[in-house]
């Protein structure tokens, strides 16, 4: 593979970085920067076809609930995390550690355990959703929830099994195409229970 010459991508202004990008073959998804201790770094971006993001006042205890009621994994950014600030890209007040690892403050995600993720970042490239700390309260009613389906005949376990997450039961719902149960995450966001 021929190497690149130095200020090829955009964001490549030094031979460091652009030694980093001949050593991830170039890729266009490759992202280089310094930070500010004046350290250069280079990560991939992961191409992701799309997320839901849901705001939250605590992402890592959303997160904990969701993988909890889909089955789904909290996605391990430690890797990333602690790579970013051994170069001093980024300052450790935007991080913290939860259960013995370092994460994102102010992020958290959870992923379809079957889907595939990028090994270098942690980050799922298909179904995931990603909580965002935001500093104002939930409001108003979602106008975007999501449905959880449960198996035939086992509607009223799985509203159990949720409450005992920390689901609460808003209201059941009876009509012509069907019954469901309407329930809140911890920090109120309505979902369905089919």
Known sequence: MRRPEVGTHPSDRSPVAAGMMWQTGGRADTRTGTGPAGYNWCMTQPVLHWKLVVDAADPHAQAGFWAAALGYAVEDNSALVERLLAANAVPRAITVEVGGRAAWRDLAAVRHPDDPYDEQSGTG??????????????????????????????????????????????????????EWTVMTDPEGNEFCVH
């Not at 990603?130 to 104002?136: C, K, N, W």
């Not at 035939?152 to 009876?174: C, K, M, N, P, S």
């Open 125 to 178: 490239l298909g179904r995931r959703i990603l909580f965002q700390r935001v500093p104002e309260p939930k409001t108003t009613k979602n106008r975007l929830h999501i449905d959880v389906h449960s198996a035939a005949g086992r509607r009223v376990d799985e509203v159990a099994r949720l409450g005992a997450l920390g689901a609460f039961v808003l209201r059941h719902a009876r009509e012509p195409g069907g």
